[in-house]
Each structure stands twice: as structure tokens, then as C-alpha cells.
């Protein structure tokens, strides 16, 4: 096992890639009385296309979902079932890269996990038990067209995405849902819920060598081989946003509601490239976050009821979102595109950011799912756990800040405003 100290975190890390391939991170915790566990497959959404044994597979939208949900099916126990008995959680949930399963409590630490690596490495599919799943998914996705966010979050990635995957709803739709077989489920699972495509992160108060120990000898897990690299097919996406502007109708709304997405190529990140995202994050929380000016004015002068910012990446693209609740949705939209244009940022304002992070961080050091879900994340993303987050961000300046936000691409943006009801143009 490497020994890893998370510097200005008073934690240590403990990392091994089994023969296999997974990829174990745990974190002991002094005197703590819960537990937090994240298992995780680089396989979401998006990894509709890929290539086996030489072979090329294409898949429907929403079978990573679909997957996620029969890994809960077993054939004896279900998840469910057996951590109700010592009051333990369970969960799982589907992304656009990546699908994570999560077992959070305060007691048989050690019987849980073991359980936790023997159902997700333990698939149970049967024609029937599919077919049920097929109906409560369907009923999902009708479920959301009643759901005004999202409504607009499906119409707003529309317009971003030409033809990426990322513009179809994780779940699917309710034909490609209908469609899905036993055999397609089993060759993605078999295909990217291998060890070499997973990560484990415990943390906890418990012996590392113990826990070490328990998981090489799962049963479920050892008797896995490691495979080569997934040819998952990359899609050329290119910068330009499909739609410039959309307006949809959604009655249950009282107030219109716009969402604004600006669109950037910035090419694949990695390791080296993460404190890209730490001067992305400053500039959208200097210029929009809960303190920012910006964000009290449009408050105070009544143009919102509410006010939120979102930046993801998928692939070698940026996405910054806005959304807002307001009467004006197109003066919002106007403004909120030419203050991340033209308004300056100060040193004064980034120092006061900094100390606001890092503090973040020291804080969320506390709490172990904050600490599991950062280093998951890390793993997932990067490949590796970034140590010294705290020392790089103290590092960061004006003029590498304002490099960075030279590359977002303000004019490709698109804007969809949802409203309450058509204007009635008649005198």
C-alpha cells in the first residue's frame, strides 16, 4: 500500500491497485462513529458506443441507468433487504461518465463492505425481473415531463449538444428503455464493471490492513481478472451550441424561468490540468457565488426570485450554466452574459475566494463522505488523488486566472426561456 498525506488536511490516504485492477483508497478516520463507502465505474450515459474483443457494440440511451437499477435485483437477498437490518443506507446513482454505488452507517462496517463488493460484482438479470424494471423506468421518465426543471434542463441540453450523447436524459428515452435486453445489459456489465475500470474509496474508523485484507479476499471480487483499456468511441462534438435561443410553454409555472448555457472546448483534462477547474470555480463564485455583488443586486432590485450556477465538462468540453427564476428572462439573460464578458476581478476579490476554498476544504475534512466523494472524484476523473489541493490553490494568481478565463467563448451560448403561458397579443 502507498501512503499518501493530503497536505493542509490533516489525513492520510492509503492506495493500492489490486492485481486486478481496482483501484482501493482508504481513509481512516480518528474516533469517528459512522462510515461512508463509494464504489464506482467509469461507465455512464454518455458510453453508448465501444468496442469488444475486436467488436464493434452500439447500445441504447438509458442502459447505464437501467443497469444501475438491476444491480439491486438478486437472487437471494436484496441490498435493500440486507442493510435494513442494521439500520445501514444504501444508494446508487447514474451520471453522465460515471455510475457509483454508496453504503453509508454506524455499525458492521466490515460485513457491509464485503456485502457491498459482493452484489455489485454478482449481476442477476432474468427476462422477467427486466421487463418489470422496463415499466417503473417508463413511468419515471413520464413522471419528469410534469417537472418544469426537468423539462427545461432536457430542452437546454438539446440546444447545447449537436450530437453528443449528453443530450439525451440519463435515463433514456421511453422507446430506447423499452428496448433494452437481458444480453445487453450483461455485455455492458461485463464490459465496464471490471476492476480496471472501478474505484473503491472507505473511509471510516477502522484497521487499514483489515480492511485491505477483506477486500482481496472477497470472493466475488478475486475470482476477476484484469482486462485491457475499453475502446469507448469518442464523438467529435465540436464548440458550436445546436440552438442560439429556444422559448417553450410550461403552464404550472407562475414566474418564467431562463437557463443560459455557454459552451467552450478546452480540451481533455487531466492530472496536471485539475486547478484549471479550481480557477473556473473562483470565477464563477467571485462573479455570480451567494457573496458576489452581482448576485445581491439582482435580488435586491427584484429582476430574480432565484439565482443558481452550475460549470460540468464532458469530454474535452466546458459547460457553464445559469439559471434563474424571473420576469424579465431575456434583460437577465443579456446581463448575466455581459458581466462574465466585462467585469473585472481583483486581486483583493480572488485572495478573499482563496481563503473561502481552502476553508471549504479544512472544514469538509471532517465529515468523511465529503472527504470519500472528494477522493472518489479524484480517482474517477484524474486517475490519481490530488494531495496537495490546499498548497495549489494558495499558489493561485490574477494572471493565471485571468489566462483561464480568457478561454471561455461567451457568444456561444444558448438561451431557453420556459414561461408560464402564451401572451395573449389581442387589445
Known sequence: MKKITLNGQDLEVFFEELDNGLKVCLIPFKDKNNYFFSYATKYGSVHLDFKVEGKNVSTVPGIAHFLEHKMFDQEEERPFEFYAKTGTECNASTGIERTRYIVYGTSNLEENLDYLLGYVNSPYFTDDNIEKEKGIIVEELNMYKSIPERVINTHLVESIFKKHPARIDIGGTVDSVKSIKKDDLYTCYNTFYQPSNMVLVVGGTFNVSDIMTLIKNNLKLKNKNKKSKIDVKKINE???????????????????KVAIAIKTKVGFLNTQDYLFREYMGSIIGILYGPSSIFREELYTSGLVSSFSTEVYYIDDLMIIEFNAETNTPKELAEKVINHLKNQSITEEELERNKKVMISS????????????NSVAADLITYNEIVSDRVSSIRKMTLIELTRVRKKINCDNNTILIASPKKKNNKK
Open 361 to 372: 476544504i479544512v472544514f469538509g475534512t471532517d465529515i468523511v463522505y465529503a472527504v470519500v
Open 238 to 256: 465540436g464548440e458550436a451550441v445546436k440552438d442560439k435561443f429556444k422559448e417553450i410553454v410550461l403552464p404550472q409555472l407562475a414566474v418564467s
